[in-house]
C-alpha cells in the first residue's frame, strides 16, 4: 500500500508538472490519477499539494489551482 501511494504521489507531481504554467487542482489531478488506475481521492491529492508548496516544489497561483515551481514566474 505504502508503495502504491508514493507511486500515486509521484504521477501526481509528473502530472502537475506537464500541466505547464496553466496548472491543476486536485479535483483534476484525483480524477486524472485515478483513470490510470491509481486508487487516490481528492483529499489526498490536496494534503501532497499542500505539501509541496510548503517545501517550495509548487505554488498554490489561485484559489483551488497549484503550478509546479518549474513553470512559476513570480
Known amino acids: 500500500m ?6 500515486s504521489r509521484a504521477r501526481m507531481t509528473q ?11 486536485p479535483q ?6 485515478q483513470a ?3 486508487d487516490t481521492v ?3 491529492v490536496a494534503a ?3 505539501d509541496l508548496v510548503d517545501t ?4 498554490r497561483v489561485r484559489r483551488g ?3 509546479h515551481r518549474d513553470h512559476h514566474s513570480p
Do not use: K, P, S
Open 2 to 7: 505504502r508503495g502504491q501511494l508514493a507511486d
Open 15 to 25: 502530472l502537475l508538472q506537464a500541466a505547464g504554467a496553466d496548472g491543476a487542482g
Open 28 to 33: 483534476a489531478l484525483a480524477e486524472q490519477l
Open 36 to 38: 490510470e488506475g491509481h
Open 42 to 44: 481528492r483529499q489526498t
Open 48 to 50: 501532497w499539494l499542500t
Open 56 to 59: 517550495g516544489h509548487a505554488v
Open 65 to 67: 489551482v497549484y503550478v
